[in-house]
């Protein structure tokens, strides 16, 4: 296996005295792991400041990707960014939105998902009748027919373990190339090496400034050669919600 660049594996898209953000690939976890010969996404960062020369010291974990999961990770740089954003990822004011590539199209083009999320009887994460309130808003962006799959976004007004891939998995639409949640028919098959799920915007208040700070990034081109894979045949379609 060739062992990608360090830029391959992180982007840095912004970085001042408090925070730094990252978009990280797929394959990439946020922090190391005992036993796990793949730099995380910490210990990239830390090379990418030795690489420039950089001083910083602190650099602290706020929030978390699945490993197969790409998109934008914050961390904080001083002791100030920390308490302001662990503070608002608590009470759950951080924006954050992902981009999914499903099997299956849900029967709502766009919906509120509101549940508990708990463990079911194999301990397994899933919707249940008690637990953590979860909730979910997702729009479906394209759709195609033939293949049965969608490009969906979703916002996370809550920010529990897996709940985008749980929430969509409930509404019939699976994630494509989920190990855990996805039918098993449909994780390997016509999948690239990869779990189609993306975080493409992070939004919050600065610490600092006291500003509102979005960020957001392009939707990669692995998830629309899944959402578009088929999409030659006659006949096919894809369209918009």
Not at 94 to 117: C, D, H, M, W
Not at 125 to 135: E, F, L, N, Y
Not at 184 to 204: D, K, Q, V, W
Request: charged share 25%.
């Amino acid at each position: 296996m060739i062992k990608k660049k360090l830029h391959e594996r992180i982007h840095v898209v912004y970085e001042d005295r408090d925070i730094i953000v990252v978009d990280k690939s797929h394959g990439i976890l946020s922090y190391p792991v005992e036993g796990e010969r793949e730099e995380s996404a910490i210990q990239l960062i830390r090379r990418y400041w030795k690489a420039i020369r950089s001083k910083s010291e602190h650099l602290y974990l706020l929030h978390r990707l699945d490993r197969e999961t790409s998109g934008l990770l914050v961390f904080a740089v001083s002791s100030l960014a920390r308490a302001s954003l662990l503070e608002q990822f608590a009470d759950h004011s951080v924006v954050r939105s992902y981009i999914a590539v499903t099997q299956g199209i849900p029967a709502n083009k766009e919906k509120r998902i509101e549940t508990f999320l708990g463990r079911d009887v194999r301990g397994r994460r899933s919707v249940t009748s008690k637990g953590k309130a979860a909730v979910t808003l997702y729009r479906v962006l394209k759709e195609n027919r033939l293949a049965n799959r969608a490009l969906i976004r979703c916002y996370l007004e809550t920010g529990r373990t897996h709940q985008v891939r749980i929430h969509l998995a409930h509404v019939g639409a699976p994630v494509i190339g989920d190990p855990v949640y996805a039918r098993s028919g449909t994780r390997s098959r016509n999948t690239p090496g990869r779990m189609a799920l993306h975080a493409e915007a992070l939004g919050f208040i600065h610490p600092r400034t006291g500003r509102p700070f979005l960020l957001r990034t392009s939707i990669p081109q692995q998830l629309k050669a899944m959402l578009e894979r088929g999409a030659g045949a006659a006949g096919t379609t894809i369209g918009g919600a």
